[in-house]
């Protein structure tokens, strides 16, 4: 049994559990997608897997689902953080949004020197990233954290994480993931659209965890290059087989 709306929501879900819901939630499930009692949802919250309920109570304000059967278990993608510098709104929208359709565990935006702007909306970005979820399937919602300074970063870098620093200036050479054991923690770094800064580039191709490559011939626009490192990543050491 499937039900074709999925919705994530923030109760702890079980046999026998009974969820209620928000202003918000009650207003999308029953205003807009015209759902009524004995409507069957699917709902995850990150943490218990894919559970199907049904609708019990249904309100303008507010309504009540049970949890009736899990239809997934909680399926935690690889150890992979993903550090991007934020760029225009809709392009960091769309990064957020990838990288966790791709299967990222934490996304990490970054302030770097030439990182264009000095906020973000950490409620914004998590809530694409838990729409993301819902939209691909997921049982598991990455944390966006707060923007944070990338010196900062690296200077409490846990040493036993890799990080594949894209590289700008590798544009057009060989340089590749070499062949590593899976299950590693590892990171991604994408830089801003005016890419790394000379000292920025010494400090990351020198560090004892860095792994520098190139994304290809062409010099890639951050947003593009964020989903071209996901994707490499993911097929040399992550969970696509
Ligand atoms: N303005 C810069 C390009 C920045 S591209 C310049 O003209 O040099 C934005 C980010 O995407 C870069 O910082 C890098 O992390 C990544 N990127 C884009 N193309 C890449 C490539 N061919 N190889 C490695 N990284 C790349």
Request: glycine share 8%; net charge negative.
């Amino acid at each position: 049994m499937s039900a074709k709306i999925r919705l994530y929501v923030e109760q702890p879900l079980g046999q026998g559990q009974s969820v209620p819901l928000t202003r918000e939630q009650a207003h999308y499930l029953f205003g807009v997608m015209r759902q009524s009692v004995g409507a069957q949802i699917a709902l995850f919250n990150g943490r218990d897997g894919e559970w199907l309920a049904e609708v019990s109570e249904a309100g303008k304000r507010g309504g009540v689902l049970s949890c009736l059967q899990q239809t997934k278990p909680l399926q935690l993608p690889p150890d992979l953080w993903f550090l991007f510098a934020p760029i225009k709104k809709a392009r960091t929208d769309f990064i957020v949004e990838k990288a966790a359709e791709m299967g990222a565990a934490r996304i990490l935006p970054m302030q770097t020197e030439y990182t264009n702007s000095e906020r973000i909306r950490q409620d914004r970005l998590q809530a694409h990233a838990v729409e993301a979820a819902e939209q691909c399937g997921g049982t598991f919602v990455p944390e966006v954290a707060e923007l944070q300074k990338l010196d900062r970063v690296l200077d409490s870098w846990p040493q036993d994480r890799q990080l594949m620093f894209c590289n700008e200036a590798e544009v057009g050479s060989a340089l590749r993931l070499a062949a590593q054991e899976k299950g590693q923690p590892w990171a991604i770094l994408i830089g801003p659209e005016g890419g790394f800064s000379d000292q920025e580039r010494a400090r990351l191709t020198a560090l004892p965890f860095s792994h520098v490559v190139s994304l290809g011939p062409r010099i890639l626009r951050a947003d593009t290059a964020a989903v071209a490192a996901l994707t490499m990543w993911q097929q040399a050491l992550g969970d696509w087989f």
